[in-house]
């Protein structure tokens, strides 16, 4: 799932801009000489004036037709009285360009980074819009009596998101033009699921039809044994351990990678405070690190340690990681049979983990309780009641 992989790393990015976007917007003046130049036209060749882009385009309100709300992020611009887009800031361009009339109802998508012969200015054909609609369901989560939760949803022209779509119930909407499109629906409780649409010219609206994702494989796991640790490259802290020598203890599996930020920001942190809480007779903590990507991918302890000298310096304070820490390997594997390869590693497949950081949490008998956000208040309170239920 190649543009899952792309979403997580889109994310990780726009978490960092949203923290400095308004001291960048005023750093950015009109005289500063724009790095690309759009010109919107329609279908006559005529300039589009008044169309609305931005660093995202995001789509989100009630599970209806109507009422749905657009955002377009810090960096929105419209286009002006000669259908000219200017982009000025190139730390935050993403090399795609979506562009949406809302009036005239006309839509442009170009991934720009691909263009051999990129002339400027660079125009680009708005075509009509065509509102497509995917519903998701899950028999699995509805079998366990669970909701999919908030629902988050994305489309990608030339392997690059465009379009996101969020908050509005079961089915997702996007506005596209004609051509080849990929979307991915996802939310907390169902894995990723993806769906390729093509939109003929002219079209208006089009029915992806209902999807049934899989529920995520942790909640599978709730209330069954443990999976073992597998496919470890080295350890780190401790010899080799099985889950089944933690018996009698309560047992945080933190999937982490010193590649993933808000893991050593606050996954990590987090950990440490857990360690000085309570005994090691009591809970055992073991880190999970697996790679984000091929070359995310640390050939030892000695070096995922020389990658995070810096963290224990500036974030750490010091502290090192004393707890055994599993090293997995890289590999390309399906979260289900017939998928196409979408995890990086064994361990993540086999708790359905696609979210850094994630912490699993083991009963004292091995069995999965589940997934805690141990950061959160209710998370750690249902970890304090396993591990004082003695």
Not at 252 to 280: A, H, M, N, T
Request: glycine share 8%; charged share 25%; aromatic share 8%.
């Amino acid at each position: 799932m190649r543009l899952w992989l792309t979403w997580m790393m889109l994310m990780s990015v726009l978490l960092v801009s949203q923290v400095d976007a308004e001291e960048k917007q005023q750093a950015s003046t009109e005289d500063e000489k724009p790095f690309l130049v759009v010109k919107l036209v329609d279908e006559q060749g005529k300039p589009v004036v008044g169309a609305q882009t931005g660093m995202v385009a995001i789509v989100k309100g009630s599970d209806r037709e109507q009422g749905l709300e657009w955002d377009f992020g810090h960096y929105e611009q419209k286009s002006d009285a000669e259908g000219m887009l200017r982009f000025r800031d190139r730390g935050q361009f993403r090399s795609m360009v979506y562009a949406r009339h809302a009036g005239r109802g006309l839509v442009a998508v170009k991934r720009t980074d691909l263009i051999q012969d990129q002339k400027s200015p660079l125009v680009l054909t708005m075509y009509p819009e065509c509102h497509v609609t995917w519903t998701i369901e899950s028999s699995q989560l509805r079998q366990r009596g669970k909701e999919i939760g908030v629902l988050r949803g994305l489309s990608s022209s030339e392997n690059l998101i465009c379009q996101w779509c969020q908050r509005t119930g079961s089915t997702l909407h996007f506005f596209l033009p004609q051509g080849e499109f990929s979307l991915l629906a996802h939310s907390k409780h169902i894995s990723p699921i993806e769906k390729a649409i093509e939109i003929k010219a002219g079209q208006k609206t089009l029915d992806a039809g209902t999807s049934d994702a899989h529920a995520q494989k942790w909640i599978l796991l709730e209330g069954q044994p443990a999976p073992e640790i597998a496919d470890v490259k080295e350890w780190k802290n401790s010899p080799p351990i099985k889950l089944s020598q933690l018996r009698g203890k309560v047992v945080v599996l933190e999937f982490w990678g010193w590649w993933c930020g808000p893991c050593v920001y606050f996954g990590i942190p987090e950990l440490f405070k857990l360690r000085d809480e309570y005994s090691q007779d009591d809970l055992a903590i073991i880190g999970i690190h697996t790679p984000y990507g091929e070359e995310d991918e640390v050939t030892s302890v000695a070096e995922m340690d020389q990658k995070l000298a810096k963290i224990r310096e500036k974030i750490w304070k010091g502290k090192t990681i004393e707890f055994p820490v599993a090293l997995t390997r890289f590999r390309k594997v399906p979260y289900y049979p017939g998928e196409k390869s979408s995890a990086n590693a064994i361990m993540n497949v086999e708790y359905g983990i696609n979210r850094f950081p994630s912490s699993i949490v083991i009963d004292r008998q091995g069995n999965v309780v589940g997934k805690l956000d141990l950061r959160d208040k209710a998370g750690r309170e249902e970890l304090r009641k396993l591990i004082e239920a003695k």
